[in-house]
């Protein structure tokens, strides 16, 4: 909805063009005006659209990361809740720790330095040979 009417917008446009008739160097100062302040309103539009547009690339991105997360983690654990994959085996570390405490104690008796570490050695190699 206009404020102006259709016949008043035309009785303005007959009175523009008849005062640009009657002063056509007030038209060309006017035309030469504008162009520069047109291109300052290019310049600062052409700004605010980068913005926008680098706001709208930032919030892609995040619901892009937020989507990337739900398929990376959430979806095995919805697949193994939904039955359509095998939940893996638990895992067993009583064995591994076992292992490890052997290790670690045999290593300690024979590395051990001094004298008596290399009897143990000695020990040991008659026991295997």
Do not use: D
Request: hydrophobic share 45%; net charge positive; aromatic share 2%.
């Amino acid at each position: 909805m206009s404020i102006l009417s259709s016949t008043t917008k035309g009785k303005l446009g007959l009175k523009a063009v008849g005062s640009a008739v009657k002063n056509p160097g007030a038209t060309r100062l006017a035309a030469k005006a504008t162009a520069p302040a047109a291109k300052a309103g290019l310049q600062l539009r052409k700004g605010l659209a980068k913005r926008r547009a680098q706001r709208r690339v930032g919030r892609a991105g995040q619901a892009a990361r937020s989507v990337g997360y739900a398929v990376l983690v959430q979806a095995p654990e919805a697949a193994q809740e939904l039955g359509l994959i095998e939940r893996p085996a638990p895992k067993r570390s009583a064995p591994r720790i076992a292992v490890g405490v052997v290790l670690g104690a045999s290593a300690m008796y024979l590395l051990e330095p001094g004298v008596p570490g290399k009897q143990h050695r000695e020990k040991v190699l008659a026991l295997v040979s």
